[in-house]
């Protein structure tokens, strides 16, 4: 059992305050009944509409987190701040993970759910889900260099790449498109160029496209149209 306005703002669309509003309002039901208010106990699973459309309390959340620099991808550390740190109270469940990993000082798109089949669907090896990162480097972008990304960088340890994309946009900017996760894989290839990164924002994971008013530190839960494109 849990309060209707906590289970409200663990859907991440709403704050505490915002759902106390709304069950005030007379907008929110619990099997059809009017709450008696915000404290009201509701069983998890319960079918809980606002404005007559059905809210999902149950199990999973799909959040949008535009991640600034300076935070780590984890849920939890003795140190560091994390991703989680930046969501509010209600919210940092104990269940929620980042999907995927960006560096401490890498900004932009990470998605945070309690989701783990999406998340082994958008990590897996072999899923090659394409991953869009906007860089740019000390040092200026060539065809060549373009060209050793589409063929598969073999960085400094041996490791081979596979075929990535290099889009340029200035001589110092690019995109960066890969359809693997190693560690510090975008920064490793560049530094194989001799183009070392300074500065590393991912735009985009499969379909899921970081959105463009959200500013850094930010976070939303997706839309039904994301939702529907990651097949949820
Ligand atoms: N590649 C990197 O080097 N760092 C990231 O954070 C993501 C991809």
């Not at 619990?30 to 459309?53: A, Q």
């Not at 149950?58 to 780590?72: F, R, S, T, W």
């Not at 972008?141 to 990304?149: G, N, Q, T």
Request: aromatic share 4%.
């Amino acid at each position: 059992m849990e309060r209707l306005d906590k289970l409200l703002a663990a859907t991440g669309k709403w704050s505490r305050k915002e759902a106390k509003a709304l069950i005030k309002a007379g907008r929110v039901r619990v099997e059809d009944r009017l709450p008696k208010g915000p404290e009201d106990k509701v069983e998890e699973g319960s079918l809980v509409t606002v404005d007559g459309r059905p809210i999902f309390t149950e199990k999973y959340v799909y959040l949008m987190l535009h991640k600034p620099a300076g935070v780590i991808s984890a849920t939890q550390d003795a140190k560091e701040k994390t991703v989680l740190d930046l969501l509010p109270k209600d919210l940092r469940r104990k269940d929620l993970f980042p999907v995927g990993r960006l560096d401490k000082d890498t900004e932009g798109l990470l998605l945070l759910t309690n989701d783990g089949a999406l998340a082994h669907a958008l990590l897996a090896p072999g899923r090659h889900v394409d991953k869009v990162y906007y860089t740019k480097v000390d040092g200026d972008l060539e065809e060549d260099d373009v060209a050793a990304f589409a063929e598969g960088i073999t960085l400094g340890d041996g490791t081979v790449c596979l075929p990535a994309g290099l889009d340029l946009i200035s001589e110092r900017e690019a995109l960066v498109t890969l359809r693997e996760g190693k560690y510090h894989q975008v920064k490793r290839m560049l530094a194989s160029r001799g183009k070392p990164v300074v500065y590393l924002k991912r735009l985009g994971m499969g379909k899921l496209k970081l959105d463009p008013t959200l500013p850094a530190g930010a976070w939303r839960p997706l839309t039904p149209e994301e939702l529907a494109d990651l097949g949820r």
